[in-house]
């Protein structure tokens, strides 16, 4: 199977994940506007290669790529950021309540223990803080939202292009796990929040992408109910 990407807007592909790189890697996305991207979270480090190629199979220089965004610190999504930052020159963006266990390797709280790994520390350039801050990529916003409750500092991306609402929340589904530092009450809440952003796509870490603002909601409530 050669280099693939899998395009959901114009703007927005996926270019790992189980299929697209290696099978422990959480979905990779890509997003590019005005010129400008940057990737949504790295999977776990074991085909850096392949992401790469995929990225060029769908068109996109990867010097152009400004930042590496990370939804949150677990192995399947930040085990890649070290080798990505350097390989791309990028800067790695999470949130300051995930970034002490990215930056020192924790194999507890980023579950690489469960997939017998190590999770190869990474320098967080940006850390997020606050329940909502806003980043600039080319001309235009991605929100950056916190959504505690699987990690303490997962953050959802959301981005508008060609007029749909774009939400990266890659562990919408959990789990929920002492050893992770999850919080049933805040994961909650953070549900709600997912749901009052009314997005027409989301991207997920494992289960796909869903299209139409009742798809969306329906795959957000599941985890309510
Ligand atoms: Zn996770
Ligand atoms: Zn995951």
């Keep these: 199977m050669g280099p693939r990407a899998i395009f959901i807007t114009d703007e927005i592909c996926q ?9 422990n890697d959480a ?10 991207a940057v990737l949504i979270d790295a999977g776990c480090g074991d085909a850096d290669d392949m992401i790469l190629a995929n990225l060029e ?3 996109s220089n990867p010097a152009r790529i400004e930042a590496l965004l990370l939804t949150h610190c677990h192995y399947d999504h930040a085990g890649g950021a070290v080798g990505l930052r350097r390989r791309l020159g990028c800067t790695v963006v999470a949130h300051a309540l995930d970034a002490p266990f990215i930056e020192s390797g924790d194999d ?18 940006r850390k997020l803080g606050g329940a909502r801050e806003e980043l600039t990529l080319g001309g235009r916003t991605i929100s950056a939202i ?12 959301l981005v508008e292009s060609q007029q ?22 805040d994961y909650r809440h953070s549900l709600q929040r997912l749901l009052e952003l009314d997005a027409d796509i989301l991207c ?17 409530r599941r985890f309510l109910d």
Aim: with cysteine; proline share 7%.
């Design 164 to 185: 749909r609402k774009v939400v990266f929340a890659q562990d919408v589904h959990g789990p929920l796990h002492p050893s992770l530092l999850s919080n049933a009450t």
């Design 108 to 125: 507890v709280v980023s579950a690489a223990d469960w997939y017998g790994a190590s999770l190869a520390p990474c320098v967080v350039d």
């Design 27 to 36: 979905a990779v996305y890509l997003v590019s506007l005005d010129g400008c």
């Design 15 to 23: 270019v790992g994940g189980s299929g697209l790189s290696a099978p």
């Design 146 to 157: 916190h959504i505690p409750g699987h990690s303490p500092g997962s953050v959802a991306y």
């Design 57 to 59: 199979a769908a068109g």
């Design 204 to 220: 997920e870490g494992h289960y796909g992408i869903f299209e139409g603002r009742e798809a969306v909601a329906g795959f957000i």
